[in-house]
């Protein structure tokens, strides 16, 4: 009896996920040509160009100054110090001065190196979170209202705590990494491997919240929590597959002085591209999820009527069941959308039926000014300026319609670069309806 059922029960299993994941695969590829319509409209490669080398600028500094604070505490240990100051003189390669690595880290914090890489980092990671910010600002757009002198001098603060946190942590992520090293011999194998996974995660726990909290806090509206942990970590997670990828490719260990030096400035400039054009994706992947519902209506209507979109809006977005599903709505014959004088502020879409527009008040209290056909857009204006309805909508046959709540619209009006060519279009043909009709 069992051998029996399972084969059934197998084919209901997929019977489920399939269409599951198909609608899965289907919402992923449409955010995705959104994200990437948003990429090439916003030119975002410029923007990453411009955090990468803001980024490059302080990251110099805070290597010194991680360094020093690193010698610092190892100088509560000599032998672990010694080994810690000859790898930094070997990762500095042929920038050092002679002698240059006792100078830096004999003095420990005060160390006049120290001190410059401070002044350093914070001019130049001022120019880091402002080129981030102004991207975001780009992709966000503006708040409605100017920021107050709090808010500007709290963004700054965050700022500097963030700063002091990402160096304190990589400097005891690079003392600690230097005493396992030393004492490996001394460890325990289990201890050793634990350990030596501990310090290497440091590295990637830093990006994963330096992405998350940024995406968080400095879009004006923000992301969920949910969603900027869940995007920033698949956002790192690539950066952390392709800069293995490249180590395995480019192995600079292999080349003379002069070239491993320009190999590892090859690799360095590659894994910073690659971080931030991943940041600024991830960044726009969690303003499509915000406005997924309008960008998808203005895909829909923007291909309207054509016989054929093309590829691949014609297998994305002619058949929108999410806006169905949310907004659809069915009307009976005669059934009244809304009258005149009514409070609303949703707009509506005609996919299937006809409305008739009806005067209000006065001598011509019944008069249809106007009937809307399929594709149309009506009760605009309501959505658009807050007011009361200034006509009754009323179905003359059986209705669908999508009715937009005013943010959903709203925003399709600020977003779409064809919206404003269209609803001006449709106001115009209706006004020049309406004056043939009343026209003695």
């Known amino acids: 009896m069992r051998k029996t059922q399972e084969p059934s029960d197998l084919a209901a299993l997929g019977a489920l996920v399939r269409p599951a994941t198909a609608r899965g695969l289907k919402a992923l590829l449409q955010r995705l040509s959104f994200v990437l319509e948003l990429n090439a409209d916003l030119e975002i490669g410029n923007h990453s160009a411009a955090g990468a080398l803001a980024f490059l ?18 100088e509560l240990f000599p032998h672990a110090s010694l ?15 002679p002698d240059a690595a006792p100078k ?4 420990g914090f005060f160390a006049l190196g120290t001190l410059a890489a401070v002044l350093g980092l914070l001019y130049a990671s001022r120019l880091f979170f402002a080129s981030i910010r102004k991207t975001l600002k780009v992709i966000w757009g503006s708040p409605d209202h100017a920021p107050k002198w709090t808010d500007t001098v709290g963004g700054y603060v965050l700022e500097l705590v963030a700063l002091l946190v990402l160096v304190s ?8 990494r230097t005493l396992v090293f030393t004492n490996q011999s001394q460890l325990d194998p289990d201890m050793l491997a634990l350990m030596t996974f501990l310090v290497s995660a440091v590295p990637f726990l830093i990006l994963w919240a330096f992405v998350a909290v940024t995406l968080r806090l400095f879009p004006h509206k923000k992301p969920s929590r949910l969603q900027s942990t869940l995007y920033s970590l698949v956002a790192v997670t690539l950066f952390s597959v392709l800069a293995a990828v490249l180590r395995v490719a480019i192995n600079t ?21 690659a971080f931030f054009t991943l940041y600024f994706l991830a960044a726009l992947f969690l303003f499509v999820e915000q406005n997924f519902d309008a960008m998808l209506f203005g895909r829909y209507y923007r291909h309207w009527g054509e016989a054929k979109p093309p590829f691949p809006d014609n297998l994305l977005f002619r058949n929108p069941k999410r806006l169905r599903a949310l907004y659809g709505r069915t009307y009976q014959p005669g059934e009244v959308l809304f009258r005149a004088g009514d409070a609303g502020s949703t707009a509506f879409f005609i996919e299937d039926g006809e409305v008739e527009i009806l005067l209000p008040g006065g001598e011509h209290k ?26 009754t909508a009323r179905a003359k046959g059986v209705l669908n319609a999508l009715e937009l709540p005013a943010e959903v619209f709203g925003f399709y009006l600020r977003a779409d670069r064809f919206a404003s060519k ?10 020049k309806r309406a004056n043939s009709r009343t026209a003695p």
Request: aromatic share 8%; charged share 10%; glycine share 8%.
């Open 57 to 74: 600028l302080s990251a110099v500094p805070a290597l010194l100054l991680s360094f020093g604070l690193a010698g610092a505490v190892l």
């Open 83 to 97: 080994g810690f100051q000859t790898w930094a003189t070997k990762f500095l390669g042929p920038v050092q001065l």
């Open 104 to 107: 830096l880290f004999a003095k």
């Open 169 to 176: 942590i990589l400097a005891l992520s690079e003392a600690a």
């Open 253 to 273: 260990d292999q080349y003379s002085l002069l070239y491993g030096v320009v190999a590892n400035l090859v690799v360095v400039l590659l894994n910073v591209s």
């Open 366 to 391: 019944d008069a249809v000014l106007d009937v809307l056909t399929p594709g149309q857009i009506f009760g605009e204006t309501a959505s658009i300026l807050g007011e009361p309805r200034n006509a």
């Open 422 to 431: 269209r609803i001006i279009g449709t106001m115009a043909d209706r006004l």
